[in-house]
């Protein structure tokens, strides 16, 4: 909400100025950091309320100035997909939120910007819920793919037991290393694997 972050007389006013969550704050802030570390990759969050590219300027501590929207070469941007509907492709799902992330997705793809997706593949009320990615995962690390997405991190459980942890472990390893790999065929090549003769009946 508004009052979980600065509002300060030096803040409030570039929160405000593109009424675009705390954009206005967060990227030209990273961009001086940038400037300022040029051998560095400075990686930073577009999330929920920084989703969007900012519209001021960036003034840098040189005085230089970078355009609206415009980010240091340096900044690698991590998008993440936090609450549209999983069960669909994100690139021709219907779901409100999908068609707004796409929306920023090709705002910052247009930019030339470094982009890092951040996906999640489980429900975080209860894990051992069946979350419907499995089916998607080609669609959209296709649509990453031409979107110019360089990295992907699939946010999983980790210590506790989720629901098709391992079926998801071995499909998303799989197709982020090659995504024009035939799905149907990589879930029945783990099921022969991991659950021997039970697989066509696991399948």
Not at 128 to 152: A, E, G, R
Not at 155 to 177: G, R
Request: one cysteine or more; charged letters at 20%.
């Amino acid at each position: 909400g508004p009052n979980d972050y600065c509002n300060c007389k030096l803040c409030k006013p570039k929160h405000d100025a593109g009424n675009n969550g705390l954009s206005e704050t967060l990227f030209p802030f990273i961009n001086r950091l940038a400037a300022d570390f040029p051998n560095k990759i400075i990686r930073t969050l577009a999330y929920n309320i920084t989703a969007a590219p900012h519209k001021g300027i960036s003034i840098l501590s040189n005085g230089k100035k970078l355009r609206a929207g415009e980010m240091m070469p340096n900044v690698e941007i991590m998008f993440t997909l936090t609450d549209n509907d999983k069960s669909k492709p994100l690139s021709t799902s219907d779901d409100k939120k999908a068609i707004l992330f796409r929306q920023y997705i090709d705002q910052w793809s247009q930019k030339g910007m470094r982009l890092f997706v951040w996906d999640y593949i489980l429900n975080f009320n209860y894990y051992l819920f069946p979350f419907p990615t499995i089916h998607t995962i080609k669609d959209n690390f296709n649509y990453f793919k031409s979107k110019n997405v360089k990295s992907l991190f699939i946010q999983s459980s980790s210590m506790e037991q989720s629901s098709f942890s391992e079926l998801n472990a071995y499909i998303y390893s799989k197709m982020m290393w090659n995504s024009s790999q035939d799905l149907d065929f990589l879930i029945e090549e783990f099921c022969k694997n991991f659950y021997g003769n039970a697989s066509q009946e696991m399948l």
